[in-house]
């Protein structure tokens, strides 16, 4: 059974910086691309940043210069890297993993809350 387990949410001040890690475990298929999405209240899921086998990243423009999306030695891991942190990245973060059959997979969400 596949399992996708966030961790590194919290609650942070402006400005402050966050790293949100990520592992897919139980996967029999090779993992083709790992991404990090977030959902707002009230608002759609919405991408935030992915990368893909070669290393290739993609970010949403709110978040370029500030995020970094990175692969693990073990490519069943990502992190994200968070610097600058504004009160409106506040939000559940989700990681997702796409096999080569291209399943998706989700974990269950970090809060991210970025207040002072």
């Known amino acids: 059974q596949v399992h996708v387990l966030e961790s590194g949410g919290g609650l942070v001040q402006p400005g402050r910086s966050l790293r949100l890690s990520c592992v897919a475990s139980?996967?029999?298929?090779?993992?083709?691309?790992m991404g990090w999405y977030r959902q707002a209240p009230g608002k759609e899921r919405e991408l935030v940043a992915t990368?893909?086998?070669?290393?290739?990243?993609d970010y949403r423009d709110s978040v370029k210069g500030r995020f970094t999306i990175s692969r693990g030695n073990a490519k069943n891991t990502v992190y994200l890297q968070m610097n600058n942190l504004k009160p409106e990245d506040t939000a559940v973060y989700y990681c997702?993993?796409?096999?080569?059959?291209?399943?998706?997979?989700w974990g269950q969400g970090t809060q991210v809350t970025v207040s002072s």
């Open positions: 997702n993993a796409v096999d080569s059959r291209r399943y998706s997979f």
């Open positions: 139980g996967m029999f298929f090779s993992i083709n691309r």
């Open positions: 990368i893909i086998n070669g290393g290739t990243t």
